[in-house]
C-alpha cells in the first residue's frame, strides 16, 4: 500500500497560485512530514444603526496551481456583530495537502438579513484574499479574517446592500490596541490612507479591544454621538499590544450635513484626511449625517465636495 500524501489541518478562507517568490503565510515550525495544522477564525466590526447582520457564506476555498478545495461542507449563516471585541467564530476546517494556495471566499446570492430586512447582495459577492500561503508539512498556521461591517454594509437607494471588505491577518505575526473610551457607543477605528483596516464599538464599561492588525503605522479614530472627534498615530510591530490608549472626548456642537447625488451612490466623509463615516444616497439621491461642526471632504460616487457642516 503507497503510504498516504501528508495532509494538513485547514480552519477557514483561502486561493491559489504557482509557486510565487514571496509568501504571504508560512506555517512554522515545520518537520517536514506528518500533518500540518491550519486554523481560520472569523471576526467583524460594528455597524452604526443596526443591532444584527446576519451574512450567509456560499463557498470558501483554497486555490492551487491545479487544485482547488472546497472548505464546507454547506453554507454556513454568521451573526457578524456578535464577533467584536477579540470574540470570534470558527468557520471551516478540513485536512488539506499541503502546498501554495490562496484563499477565496464567496458570499450566498440571497439570504443576508439587517436587523430582519433584505441585505441585498446584487454587487460582487467573492472576496479572493492577495496573500499566497505555503503550508509545510508537520508545520502549523492560524489565520483570522476581519469582515468589516461597517465598509460592507450600506443603506443606499432605499434598500440595505451589500458589498463585502475584509482582512486576512495571522494573529501570531500581528499586533493589537486595546484600551478605554469615556464615551458611551463610541467606536475606536484603525486606517491607513484614509482607508478604514478595522473599527470596534467599546464595550459597557468603555474599554476595547482591536485586532490582529498586521505590523505598521496606523490612525486611530475615535467618534462618539454628541462628542468631538478624537485622532491619535500610532506604530504597531509585530506581536504587540498598543496597551491602554486611554481617550476623553470632550462634548461639541453638532450640525447637518446634507447633500446629493444618484440614489444608490456611495458618500464617504472625510476629516482632515481621516474617514469618519460612511453612508448611501436614499431613494431620491439625497444624503444627510449628523456631525460634529467643522469642515469636511466628501466624496459622492466618484466625485469630491468640500462641504462645511455648522451648528444648528
Request: negative net charge; aromatic residues 6%; charged residues 25%.
Amino acid at each position: 500500500m503507497r503510504p498516504r500524501a501528508p495532509l494538513l489541518l485547514l480552519t477557514i478562507l483561502l486561493a491559489a497560485c504557482s509557486e510565487p517568490d514571496f509568501y504571504g503565510f508560512t506555517s512554522s515550525p515545520s518537520t517536514g512530514r506528518g500533518l500540518t495544522a491550519f486554523a481560520v477564525f472569523i471576526s467583524d466590526s460594528p455597524l452604526d444603526d443596526a443591532g444584527s447582520v446576519r451574512v450567509v457564506v456560499d463557498r470558501l476555498e483554497l486555490i492551487g496551481d491545479r487544485t482547488r478545495i472546497e472548505l464546507l461542507d454547506a453554507s454556513r449563516t454568521l451573526e457578524l456583530l456578535t464577533l467584536q471585541n477579540g470574540v470570534r467564530a470558527l468557520l471551516a476546517e478540513r485536512d488539506v495537502k499541503p502546498g501554495i494556495y490562496r484563499l477565496r471566499l464567496t458570499l450566498a446570492a440571497a439570504g443576508h438579513t439587517v436587523d430582519g430586512a433584505p441585505l441585498l447582495a446584487d454587487g460582487a459577492r467573492e472576496i479572493s484574499f492577495s496573500q499566497v500561503l505555503r503550508l509545510d508539512a508537520g508545520g502549523r498556521l492560524e489565520l483570522q479574517i476581519d469582515l468589516n461591517a461597517r465598509m460592507s454594509v450600506i443603506h443606499a437607494g432605499g434598500a440595505w446592500r451589500l458589498r463585502p471588505a475584509a482582512t486576512l491577518v495571522d494573529p501570531s505575526r500581528a499586533g493589537f490596541v486595546e484600551g478605554f473610551v469615556d464615551a458611551p457607543g463610541a467606536t475606536v477605528s484603525v486606517q491607513q490612507s484614509g482607508e478604514e483596516i478595522a473599527s470596534v464599538r467599546v464595550r459597557t464599561d468603555g474599554s476595547y479591544r482591536l485586532g490582529p492588525l498586521p505590523a505598521g503605522e496606523y490612525d486611530l479614530v475615535v467618534t462618539a454621538p454628541g462628542h468631538a472627534t478624537r485622532f491619535d498615530r500610532i506604530q504597531l510591530t509585530d506581536g504587540d499590544v498598543f496597551g491602554r490608549r486611554a481617550f476623553h472626548l470632550d462634548g461639541a456642537a453638532f450640525g447637518r450635513l446634507d447633500g446629493d447625488g444618484t440614489p444608490g451612490d456611495i458618500v464617504r466623509v472625510f476629516r482632515d484626511g481621516r474617514l469618519i463615516t460612511q453612508l448611501g444616497t436614499d431613494g431620491a439621491g439625497l444624503f444627510h449625517a449628523d456631525l460634529p461642526v467643522g469642515t469636511y471632504d466628501v466624496l459622492i460616487g466618484t466625485v469630491g465636495r468640500r462641504i462645511v457642516v455648522v451648528a444648528r
